[in-house]
């Protein structure tokens, strides 16, 4: 599986960006997915995950109720939709997928990792 992040971009505090994931190589639709950021001198940490069906879905407790993570298996594509960014969300998202149904918050539980898209978030 190959994967595609793409949509970042430099947006002002308060805005909104709408990141994809785009796999290649084989279906995703049978994949638990999942988004991470890396930001400037820090660790990778979990953002969101999301089942293979969209039936269930998890945040990290900094993004709930901002970022929205949903997936259309029929375009074999994730989205995570992000609403009132702030200069701390300011990161490297990278898009993951797990060879299981469930979504999951740990790296080690993702299989495949796409290259990354650069959110700029400036106040």
């Known amino acids: 599986v190959q994967l595609q992040a793409s949509g970042g971009g430099l947006v002002q505090a308060g805005g909104s960006l709408r990141l994809s994931c785009a796999a290649s190589g084989r279906t995703i639709s049978y994949y638990g997915m999942g988004w991470f950021r890396q930001a400037p001198g820090k660790t990778r940490e979990f953002v969101s995950s999301?089942?293979?069906?969209?039936?269930?879905?998890s945040y990290a407790d900094s993004v709930k109720g901002r970022f929205t993570i949903s997936r259309d298996n029929a375009k074999n594509t994730v989205y995570l939709q992000m609403s009132s960014l702030k200069p701390e969300d300011t990161a490297v998202y990278y898009c993951a997928a797990r060879a299981d149904r469930g979504p999951a918050s740990q790296e080690n539980r993702y299989n495949y990792w796409g290259q990354g898209t650069e959110v700029t978030v400036s106040s």
């Open positions: 999301i089942s293979w069906s969209g039936s269930s879905t």
